[in-house]
């Protein structure tokens, strides 16, 4: 579509027609303006999967790895797959705009969403970003590089001012967003902090780099609430204010129009930028040039042309059933027996084989792992993420999923007729029960699995009522004149003694058991952040003494008072033994059986969205189960189940250590593959894991400095004298590597790229895949630069015995710095050493080239 036809359809708009574009519809919809054939644009959260435009759990989603999992594989052609995979998703449910992808850094492995984040790595985070734009857009959807820019904590992350030198930020924290834009992302969301003294939403950074030096020709989004002013905002690069109706904009936008203090013309380019983003997704009446892809809003009518990928999941009518063992986070888990028309054969397939793809093994003595299934009796599968793994971080890029294999599952299923599998979770993570589920509750009024959720007036007369399938509502029915929102069940307790009951939520909150009333009690909210307002509530507990299969009926019940949130819960929980009966049981079984596979990791209360962790530590005893278990048997495997790094300090006495990640509904069976080697652990560290982080995530009088500047994650480990756990970059298969020759040009041009040509040959006795890494380094410098750096990677495939040459492009920007005095990129000639190998610390091969002198412009 052309600037002149943009033009066009803005002159046919007055000021208060155009300035309300500006402000969404609702939470997940901008407005339409039928007079030139404008329709609504509908957005949704991403990247675990694509929610669509509210909290129901009746409306399951395709669950996929973390984008810690995505950058764990190195591959970015698989990564684009599963964007196309997450454009059908999108088209299935009528979005337009996918808010992703996540593309801050891991600064410091305290973040607590670092889960959504790809990497430390500015050229990893940037390449796979924008594989999975690449991805999602050939669907003719919009992608999301979020969250622009130096969102990369969580603690005050709505207030606090980030203080970066202009050096860092281009090489580091913006990097990644540039090769988003060169992808040709539709869309960007400023973050809620500041920069340097600015909040987002009215930062210089919008205007340029962004729009200006990149040619970003797509539409800046606010995160949700981040735009809080009105003239500054406007006059900056922001483009639209969401969520809406409400927000700064509307009618005192319209004012500052009209005395000067916003231009119009600034006005006109925001709505020109949202008319082309319609075209491009199909809510634009109008031609679209050939080549660019678009579908209607209506999930019924949609034309996109996908990936095959996409396309493959959008035709696919095999369903399975749902896994008995769901193992998404309580909060989020599915429903047993529900399974959504999109959960498909080739779609779990391929969120199979990416589990796969983005397990790490960390260590494999012996070598323990792969383990032949024709030589086991009897498997021992352990530890509190066994059987209720998390699949997913917690916070806004929550999905359901219609299905989900716990590893406890996904091994029994490969065992089933081989070897007895036995299970103890070992220890106890959760200090709150979990939400009502159709596993342990019924609605009183149908007797259905699940719970009776019912809004009423000020009288306490019904006005709405609903069955749902889990005692979380994040987002009842919006009902005119309903004053509260209660929850009802029969809870049939499978055994007796004292249970655990709990009820969350914002304002006065009521729960009652058998009409005898628990909790009352009114909870002023003291936080401002959208993730913790409607997410996730503060719980108030009870205990209740129940017999064995006798019913008892549960109510909640939270006035909706203004400002309260949408969240509403309802839990319960059953009586539990005592941690040491527990550990005990555990370690007999792992005596008895001749292979232990303990999986451990984190909860929601210490990785999610909206707070920043403490400590690296796992949760609870669980350091203190994986000993005893590897003590009592020869043969464990311990797998982690977290986001992001936790510390291992028993790492030297397991055999074999695995990272799985939030590896999606997939896990139990990709797992097993893993194990017993149907697949090989394709995964690479795409953080440093350690044992403690260099720098903080908090604050001081609302500020944050990275004083750090370029030294993070691998590069600040690489500056000290003790070595991390575990270097960027390292992942062990099921052969060996060796390295045996690189070739590098002699010469290297400022203003193009290198390629480095490196020889290895596979000496296992499988074949195998390996991620080739090259790094750059510079000892002899005017400039002050890291030790080394990642500057490419290429993936190598060979079988046992086999040699093969892989190239790995250098991209010219790996050899540039940037200079705030020139405010440009420049080159520093000399001779520059490439190194290649299997991590930022494992580097064999090494070649000099030598950069010419760059022509000054």
């Known amino acids: ?9 803005v002159e046919k708009l007055d000021l208060e027609q155009k300035v309300r574009l500006l402000t969404g519809a609702s939470v997940w919809r901008t407005r339409a303006e039928p007079a030139i054939g404008l329709r609504a644009v509908v957005v949704s959260d991403g990247p675990a999967g694509v929610r669509g435009e509210g909290w129901d759990e009746r409306s399951t989603s395709l669950t996929l790895p973390s984008a810690t999992a995505l950058a764990a594989t190195w591959d970015d052609d698989l990564v684009e797959g599963l964007g196309g995979l997450l454009a059908a998703e999108a088209r299935r449910k009528g979005v337009h705009v996918l808010l992703a992808p996540t593309l801050n850094l891991h600064r410091s492995p305290l973040g607590g969403r670092h889960f959504e984040c790809y990497s430390e790595d500015p050229l990893l985070t940037g390449r796979i970003g ?38 860092t930020l281009r090489e580091l924290y913006l990097a990644p967003f540039e090769a988003a834009v060169e992808a040709g992302v539709w869309v960007v969301m400023s973050a809620y902090n500041g920069v340097n003294g600015t909040t987002m939403s009215e930062n210089p950074l919008l205007a340029d780099p962004l729009k200006a030096e990149w040619g970003f020709d797509g539409v800046v989004v606010s995160d949700w609430g981040g735009v809080r002013s009105t003239a500054p905002a406007a006059r900056a690069a922001q483009d639209l204010a969401m969520p809406g109706p409400r927000s700064p904009w509307g009618e005192a936008l319209v004012a500052a129009v009209r005395t000067g203090e916003v231009p119009e013309a600034a006005i006109d380019d925001k709505v020109r930028r949202l008319l082309l983003l319609a075209a491009r997704v199909g809510a634009l009446d109008l031609r679209i040039p050939p080549g660019v892809p678009a579908f209607s809003a209506e999930p019924a009518t949609a034309t996109a042309t996908a990936t095959a990928t996409a396309t493959a999941t959008a035709t696919a009518t095999d369903e399975p059933a749902s896994s008995p063992g769901l193992t998404a986070p309580p909060d989020l888990a599915a429903p047993p027996g529900l399974a959504g028309r999109e959960d498909r054969g080739p779609a779990r397939a391929l969120l199979r084989r990416a589990v796969a793809a983005s397990t790490v093994l960390l260590r494999n003595e012996g070598p323990l ?7 086991l009796r009897r498997v021992a599968v352990l530890g509190p993420n066994a059987a209720t793994a998390r699949i997913q971080g917690g916070g806004s890029a929550g999905v359901y999923p219609a299905s989900a294999v716990s590893p406890l599952d ?13 299970h103890s979770p070992g220890v106890h993570l959760a200090d709150r029960p979990a939400p009502l589920h159709t596993g342990n509750a019924r609605n009183p009024r149908t007797g259905e699995p699940g ?10 007369a019904e006005l709405h009522a609903e069955h749902r399938l889990t005692g979380r509502i994040l987002e009842p029915a919006r009902i005119d004149g309903a004053a509260a929102v209660e929850i009802r069940a029969l809870l049939t307790p499978d055994a007796g003694g004292p249970w655990d ?6 304002g006065r909150v009521v729960l009652e058991a058998d009409g005898r009333v628990l909790v009352d009690e009114e909870v002023e909210r003291d936080t401002d952040d959208p993730a913790t307002v409607h997410l996730s509530p503060p719980y108030r507990h009870a205990r209740l003494t129940t017999a064995a299969g006798r019913d008892v009926e549960l109510v909640s019940r939270r006035r909706l008072d203004p400002g309260s949130g949408t969240a509403s819960v309802l839990a319960a929980g059953p009586p539990r033994g005592g941690d040491e009966a527990e550990l005990a049981a555990a370690v007999g079984l792992a005596r008895s059986c001749d292979l232990a596979v303990v999986v451990v990791g984190t909860t929601e209360e210490v990785e999610s969205e909206g707070f920043d ?6 949760p609870g005893r669980q350091d203190e189960l994986v000993r005893a278990v590897a003590g009592a048997c020869p043969a464990t495997v311990v797998v982690v189940n977290s986001g992001g790094p936790v510390a291992l300090p028993w790492r030297e006495e397991a055999p074999a250590v695995l990272l799985s990640w939030f590896p999606g509904q997939e896990y139990g069976h990709g797992l097993a593959d893993v194990l017993f080697g149907r697949a090989e652990p394709g995964g690479r560290l795409p953080t440093t894991w350690a044992d403690r982080a260099l720098v903080s995530t908090v604050p001081e009088a609302g500020t944050l400095a990275y004083a750090e500047g370029l030294e993070i994650g691998h590069r600040a480990w690489l500056r000290r004298s003790e070595s991390p756990a575990y270097w960027f970059g390292h992942g ?19 203003g193009g790229p290198l390629r480095v040509r490196v020889r290895l040959r596979n000496t296992g006795g499988r074949a195998g895949r390996e991620t080739v890494q090259v790094y750059l380094s510079r000892p002899e410098t005017g400039v002050t630069r890291p030790v080394r750096w990642l500057a490419g990677y290429a993936p190598a495939e060979a079988g046992p015995g086999e040699a093969v040459e892989v190239a790995v492009d250098v991209p010219a920007r790996a050899f540039l710095h940037w200079s705030a005095g020139d405010r440009a990129w420049r080159a520093e000639a000399g001779a520059f050493t490439v190194l290649a190998g299997r991590s930022a610390a494992d580097l064999p091969l090494s070649a000099v080239t030598v950069l010419s002198a760059e022509p000054r412009r």
Do not use: F
């Open 130 to 167: 924008a594989a999975c734009v690449r991805g999602v857009q050939a669907g003719g959807v919009a992608a999301t590089a979020k969250h622009y820019v130096a969102n990369d904590s969580e603690t005050e992350r709505l207030t606090l001012d980030a203080r970066v030198d202009e050096r």
């Open 1 to 9: 579509m052309s600037i002149e036809e943009l033009d066009r359809l």
């Open 369 to 375: 792992l792969p383990v032949e299934p024709a030589r």
């Open 501 to 506: 009951l709990a009820v969350a939520g914002w």
């Open 613 to 618: 962790r403490e400590s690296l530590d796992l």
């Open 451 to 460: 719970v009776l959720v019912r809004l009423l007036d000020a009288s306490g």
């Open 732 to 750: 062990l298969g099921y052969t060996s590597w060796s390295y045996e020759g690189i070739a590098v040009p002699g010469e290297a041009a400022p």
């Open 410 to 422: 996904g091994i029994r299923e490969a065992l089933s007729g081989i070897a007895e599998v036995v």
